[in-house]
């Protein structure tokens, strides 16, 4: 059996991976990160906090990220990802709004990155989350932290073909550019005639 130190310890550390809770010092108004972007692109999403202990908090940010075997390059964001302002203090009831900045690399592949599935951030699907945003805080005058763990995810949609507008109006209006055509045709095939006849 455990000993009631190591489960001590245990709830301790589990307590600092919840990811939202009425008990922590500090709520957040996003369980969780699905964000979009193109290849060379910065996508930014502001996240904010709210002070719900009596006492002020001193803190700080820091990305996480779940090792799991087999995983793929994919899965591992962290190095994408800034947020400002890097430290923090909040009081009661005070707003903290963050602004999480996601640089995502000009030769990254199409596809999710940062989870194995879409639906990570939801509720019953932390097994397939991989990436995650910790705000950790503690009373000024405190060293025991309590923490929020946010899942961050990113897809990376294939880089948009400039001539595409072009071709699917052609596509749609196929019938009416190529009787445009034709008349045009005709019409200069008329001034030429015109022009031979005055010449004479």
Do not use: C
Request: glycine residues 8%.
């Amino acid at each position: 059996m455990y000993s009631k130190g190591t489960i001590l310890v245990a709830l301790l550390f589990g307590l600092l991976f919840i990811p939202v809770s009425a008990a922590l010092a500090t709520s957040v108004d996003r369980m969780s990160l699905k964000l979009e972007g193109y290849p060379g692109k910065t996508i930014e999403q502001e996240i904010t906090l709210e002070g719900t202990d009596l006492g002020e908090r001193s803190g700080f940010w820091y990305t996480h990220y779940k090792e799991v075997e087999g995983d793929d390059s994919k899965m591992d964001i962290t190095s994408w990802i800034t947020i400002e302002p890097k430290d923090f203090t909040i009081k009661q009831g005070e707003i903290k709004v963050f602004t999480v900045k996601v640089k995502i690399p000009g030769n990254a592949e199409p596809g999710l990155w940062g989870a194995t599935s879409l639906e990570a951030g939801k509720e019953g699907h932390s097994g397939e989350r991989r990436t995650y945003i910790v705000f950790k805080d503690a009373l000024a005058d405190g060293n025991v932290y309590s923490g929020l763990l946010i899942p961050i995810s990113v897809k990376i949609l294939p880089s948009p073909n400039l001539l595409a507008p072009v071709i699917n109006f052609v596509e749609q209006n196929i019938i009416t550019i190529a009787l445009s055509i034709v008349i045009i045709v005709l019409l200069a095939m008329q001034l030429l005639r015109r022009k031979k006849r005055i010449r004479k």
